[in-house]
């Protein structure tokens, strides 16, 4: 079992920065496809990042040269940094671990996820 556990979520304006963590537990995750998705008030959990085994990236269309997500394999942690935050960016973010190849995108195929942290932007 794998646990996850976000931090650094909390209430920024628009144009801020504001970088999250998720560590994991339970198991080494350095293996494991890590990502981020995020859930909006009334809206679908979405795709934002992947990051895989190798370190080869990939963003989603929306947050692409605002988003980073790397990885600290040492520390078994994946980050998120955000710039350049809009209000449309408001939402809880979730991390989730995978163990299938290459870099997934849907959280169907994400074994382990998070319990989120808040990220509120305002205008």
């Known amino acids: 079992q794998v646990q996850l556990v976000e931090s650094g979520g909390g209430l920024v304006q628009a144009g801020d920065s504001l970088t999250l963590s998720c560590t994991a537990s339970?198991?080494?995750?350095?293996?494991?496809?890590l990502a981020w998705f995020r859930q909006a008030s009334g809206k679908e959990r979405g795709f934002v990042a992947v990051i895989g085994r190798g370190g080869t990236t990939l963003h989603a269309h929306s947050v692409k040269g605002r988003f980073t997500i790397s990885r600290d394999n040492a520390k078994n942690t994946v980050y998120l940094q955000m710039n350049s935050l809009k209000p449309d960016d408001t939402a809880d973010y979730l991390c989730?671990?995978?163990?299938?190849?290459?870099?997934?995108?849907?959280?169907?195929?994400?074994?382990?996820w998070g319990q989120g942290t808040q990220v509120t932007v305002s205008s």
């Open positions: 989730a671990a995978s163990n299938r190849a290459g870099l997934p995108t849907s959280r169907a195929l994400y074994d382990y």
């Open positions: 339970g198991r080494t995750v350095s293996n494991y496809s």
